[in-house]
């Protein structure tokens, strides 16, 4: 999308009717989401705090001002484009920093940057618009069986929008998939099922009180909404973020596994950490904790594999 696509051009509402909604990136040409050829709608807003998060910039429902301080040169051209006082030069290093409790993420900074170094995180949509850049991919679903999977952040924080926008991709017969971490209101859950087609739907940890301490939230309407989603006869593909020293222990392998024989599912896929995201928690002032955690090697996954399968559970890693 073109760098001004994403500037806000209307207040900021707190949840998204069925017709607006706050997207944060749309990805053509997917093919680690669900099966073909897709189109993946990035939501913005998400009620976890996952340690290892990869799309920082999701979290929030407003839209966020992100600086990338290797092509920022310190001119300062910006700063008189900020009608909010949030941006400035520190003394000593001429750096420029950005008070994120002032800035609203207008964007009006972004067009008079020389070098591109300021971007905004988020821009408000209708369920028209999203169809559209959906629909102009069709060619490619129809040749790989592929769709379009909505993703986040959690599409559950965003439910009218997200029915919305699933309704009229069914309607134009689009295969429809969607990203879900299950945490969310479990009516929203029951409107919004009918219409989707695959979930991909990601168990991280299995005992409450770790999931607490890392993701900021308890697992137990997750929980809840997995079996809804099962008893409904949906067609679900579990997945698992692998993250070593933090989930991959045999605890809560075996957890997981005792988990979707409860449910009735009988495969899962492991996502291996990285640290792609790493750089988007400078772009926006925060820390990445993670930072002496290394993806899993082959053997490591390949390991865990195992335990799933002797457990009943067929599992295959992704790339």
């Given amino acids: 999308m073109p760098k001004r696509a994403f500037r806000r051009t209307v207040s900021f509402i707190a949840m998204s009717t069925e017709r607006y909604g706050f997207v944060f990136n749309i990805q053509h040409f997917s093919i680690h989401d669900g099966p073909g050829i897709r189109t993946v709608i990035f939501l913005k807003g998400c009620p976890l705090r996952c340690l290892w998060c990869c799309n920082p910039e999701s979290q929030n429902f407003q839209p966020n ?24 030069l520190e003394d000593k290093t001429g750096t420029l920093e950005i008070d994120r409790s002032l800035c ?9 940057c020389p070098r591109e170094a300021l971007t905004i995180y988020g821009q408000k949509m ?33 439910p009218g929008f997200t029915l919305s926008i699933l309704r009229s991709c069914k309607e134009k017969g689009i295969h429809t998939a969607m990203e879900t971490s299950g945490y ?19 168990l991280k940890v299995m ?26 006869g949906c067609n679900v593909q579990p997945r698992m973020p692998l993250i070593p020293t933090i989930n991959a222990d045999l605890n809560n392998i075996t957890s997981t ?32 904790i993670l ?28 790339e």
Wanted: proline fraction near 4%; glycine fraction near 10%; charged fraction near 25%.
């Fill in 207 to 232: 005992d409450g009180q770790k999931h607490m301490a890392l993701t900021g939230k308890n697992n137990s309407r997750i929980m809840e909404n997995a079996r809804l989603i099962s008893e409904a």
């Fill in 291 to 318: 930072t002496e955690i290394l993806s899993p090697k082959q053997e490591d996954l390949d390991h865990i594999c195992t335990l799933f399968k002797d457990r009943g559970i067929e599992c295959r890693a992704s």
């Fill in 257 to 288: 596994a005792e988990f979707l024989h409860s449910v009735g599912w009988s495969a899962i896929e492991l996502m291996p950490y990285h640290q792609f995201g790493k750089s988007k928690y400078e772009a926006l002032g925060k820390t990445y």
């Fill in 65 to 88: 001002l992100g600086l990338r301080l290797s092509h920022c040169n310190g001119c300062g051209e910006c700063i008189p484009a900020c009608t909010k006082k949030a941006l400035s």
């Fill in 104 to 112: 609203d993420g207008c964007g009006e900074c972004i067009d008079v």
């Fill in 184 to 202: 969310g209101d479990p009516r929203s859950l029951s409107d919004i099922m009918n219409n989707v087609d695959l979930f991909l739907f990601d």
């Fill in 126 to 158: 209708t369920a028209e618009e999203v169809v559209e850049e959906i629909s102009k991919d069709a060619p490619f679903y129809k040749r790989s069986g592929g769709g379009m999977t909505i993703s986040g952040g959690e599409p559950l924080m965003q």
